[in-house]
T-cell receptor, first 111, second 112 residues
Framework: NAGVTQTPKFQVLKTGQSMTLQCAQDMNHNSMYWYRQDPGMGLRLIYY???????DKGEVPNGYNVSRLNKREFSLRLESAAPSQTSVYFC??????????FGPGTRLTVL | AQSVTQLDSQVPVFEEAPVELRCNYSSSVSVYLFWYVQYPNQGLQLLLKYLSGSTLVKSINGFEAEFNKSQTSFHLRKPSVHISDTAEYFC??????????FGQGTTLQVKP
């Protein structure tokens, strides 16, 4: 039981490049989430998926897209990376109305 | 809108001293409350949670938090900290939207 896994762990991009962050969970949870963590700002929700087949915007969705590929997988795409997207990205999953379980994070730097 | 305020960004404390990390929230509806801990270069781990019932909740490593509805607070306490407690701590609230709202985080620095 691996919990929530994320790939890659680290990534450096140039401004304008695109990339997809991958997330998978093996706990059969319905809901999945993408957050970004910046110093002094806590975690801010980018997008979430309450169940397979649905996605919704969170607090800071601009510049990102998501895909809930199936119940296990929820990917985050940056179409044209900007330096303001330099951050640590966390994926999480939860059964409905319970605590969230977090992955180890992806540290992204955009030059 | 719901919000969470952690009143201290950094809390330095000596080993074996007591500590309190403060958390206040704003919400007009029933909430679930959580404390998460983040060790350096790791993801967040659930420390403890309040869903209902007893207002005092405890973790397995000696932390406790008390839900105070009248003061809209959920402060985290430990009577005697260890070096290994050095980490960042996040308070979070989950209301009727189903989404977690996090505070800004408090860095606990335990000194020998």
């Amino acid at each position: 039981n691996a919990g929530v896994t994320q790939t890659p762990k680290f990534q450096v991009l140039k401004t304008g490049q695109s990339m997809t962050l991958q997330c998978a969970q093996d706990m059969n949870h319905n809901s999945m989430y993408w957050y970004r963590q910046d110093p002094g700002m806590g975690l801010r929700l980018i997008y979430y998926s309450a169940s397979e087949g649905t996605t919704d915007k969170g607090e800071v969705p601009n510049g990102y897209n998501v895909s809930r590929l199936n119940k296990r997988e929820f990917s985050l795409r940056l179409e044209s990376a900007a330096p303001s997207q330099t951050s640590v990205y966390f994926c999480a999953s939860s059964p409905t109305y319970n605590e969230q379980f977090f992955g180890p994070g992806t540290r992204l730097t955009v030059l | 809108a719901q919000s969470v305020t952690q009143l201290d960004s950094q809390v330095p404390v000596f080993e074996e001293a007591p500590v309190e990390l403060r958390c206040n929230y704003s919400s007009s509806v029933s909430v679930y409350l959580f404390w998460y801990v983040q060790y350096p270069n790791q993801g967040l781990q659930l420390l403890l949670k309040y869903l209902s019932g007893s207002t005092l909740v405890k973790s397995i490593n000696g932390f406790e938090a008390e839900f105070n509805k009248s003061q809209t607070s959920f402060h985290l306490r430990k009577p005697s900290v260890h070096i290994s407690d050095t980490a960042e701590y996040f308070c979070a609230v989950k209301g009727n939207t189903g989404k977690l709202i996090f505070g800004q985080g408090t860095t606990l620095q335990v000194k020998p």
